[in-house]
């Protein structure tokens, strides 16, 4: 079965460090390009950062400079670390392929920035 698992969600105060991790599943990590994506109450989803199989990054002006996307293909797994943390980032944050897949969407791992 083919799924994807978020973790590394918290509560942390303005400022605060957290780092995600996505664990992925069956055949669709190796050669796909994996992105983070957060909801926030009462928004759409916005991709926050992506990355290709080769390592290749791109981030939301939102996050840039503060938010790092890495991945592991030996692992199957794709982290997000996030620095900085503002009250702004407080959403859901999910993993998916880019673009995303609708079958992939997980339950995703809260993130609540306290200021």
């Known amino acids: 079965q083919v799924q994807l698992v978020e973790s590394g969600g918290g509560l942390v105060q303005a400022g605060g460090s957290l780092t995600l991790s996505c664990a992925a599943s069956?055949?669709?990590?190796?050669?796909?390009?994996m992105g983070w994506y957060r909801q926030a109450p009462g928004k759409q989803r916005e991709l926050v950062a992506a990355?290709?199989?080769?390592?290749?990054?791109n981030y939301a002006d939102s996050v840039k400079g503060r938010f790092t996307i890495s991945r592991d293909n030996a692992k199957n797994i794709v982290y997000l670390r996030m620095n900085s943390l503002k009250p702004e980032d407080t959403a859901v944050y999910y993993c998916?392929?880019?673009?995303?897949?609708?079958?992939?969407w997980g339950q995703g791992t809260q993130v609540t920035v306290s200021s």
């Open positions: 998916n392929t880019r673009p995303a897949a609708g079958f992939l």
């Open positions: 990355i290709t199989s080769g390592g290749s990054t």
């Open positions: 069956g055949s669709i990590f190796s050669r796909n390009v």
